[in-house]
């Protein structure tokens, strides 16, 4: 732990000073333009992946990049969407998924993996269209399509289950969102981004302005 706090240290000695006006101004208020919806994993890093800097990106990260459908239980990344967008106003909304995802292996390997890990196993339940789906369109896959897959389609049903809350649905409706289903692979620094109207996950280079819901997301 004494490399994190030497971390810290060095923010308050060499970085805090160098951007304190920054700082100063983001004390009284926030305005992030995009929200970023990520898995946990540590490789996967959203202000270096986007090169945005503090005040930028509003983040959620958790297992799997999941999206719970809406409940009026509570949950925290239904509170979070729900402020993103009735709060901070925010007009872009991502949900990013990347290779190699420690989540998505676990649901491949099934039961034998997830055995000692009930929460995780119930957590993983938000993914289960997206295994079943993929085990009926790629059934003689290898371990490695298959995975790859997984990851692209867990993408989209969380995608779906977004749309399921009332706030992401009324803010489309209004053309006041836009929402975007990205894989990250992490072995070659490239990112796809989910173009609807093709029906394909592209280049983001190609599309960077592909709209994973078709006719909602025209933003002026
Ligand atoms: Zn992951």
Known sequence: MDHIIDGVLRFQRDVYPNREALFQELSLA??????FIGCSDSRVVPELLTQQGP????????????????SPQPGGVTASIEYAIAVLGIPDIVICGHSNCGAMTAIQKGAERLESLPAVARWLHYADVARDAVALEYPGASE??????????NVLVQ??????HPTVAKALEAKQLRVHGWVYDMSSGTVE??????????PIGSAPFASATPGKTQLP
Not at 30 to 35: E, G, I, N, S, V
Not at 144 to 153: G, Q, S
Not at 193 to 202: G, I, K, M, S
Request: charge should be negative; proline fraction near 6%.
């Open 159 to 164: 995608l779906d289950n977004m749309l399921t």
């Open 30 to 35: 926030q305005t992030p333009t995009m929200m």
């Open 193 to 202: 981004t989910y173009d609807a109207n093709a029906h394909a996950f592209v």
């Open 55 to 70: 005040g930028e990106l509003f983040v959620v990260r958790n297992a799997g990049n999941i999206v719970p459908p809406y």
């Open 144 to 153: 490695k399509d298959y995975l790859d897959a997984l990851v692209h389609e």
